[in-house]
């Protein structure tokens, strides 16, 4: 065999194992579609963590007004209970044209029509 055939074999066998690679890195475990999916759940986790702390935080500080104001508690069993204090007077606006629940009276009956 000479020198030339045997480059040739070499460089042969050098295009297939870079051909072998490049397949491995394109489309097998770990190759780049598995990194790209990684990389967009990684994205989609931190906007969800982002979101979650915000909401941490306000309760957070929902709960140190709660622990430490009377004010905020005062306010939250206002707005959530409908409590008023001794002494107060509770006015209701109902606005023009608001749906009621229930329904309209029955006419008054008179003597004559029964």
Do not use: C
């Not at 929902?62 to 707005?79: F, I, P, Y």
């Amino acid at each position: 065999m000479s020198n030339a055939a045997l480059l040739r074999w070499v460089g042969l066998i050098l295009v297939v194992i870079l051909i072998a690679l490049q397949l491995k890195l394109w489309v097998g475990g770990g190759g780049m579609a598995e990194v790209d999916s990684l990389r967009t759940s990684v994205k989609k986790q931190t906007e969800e963590n982002a979101t979650l702390q915000k909401r941490n935080e306000a309760l957070g500080a929902d709960v140190e007004d709660l622990k430490h104001g009377e004010q905020a508690t005062e306010a939250r069993a206002r707005q959530e209970l409908g409590l008023i204090k001794p002494g107060e007077t509770f006015y209701q606006v109902v606005e023009p044209g608001a749906a009621t629940s229930a329904p309209p009276p029955p006419p008054p009956v008179s003597a004559g029509d029964q």
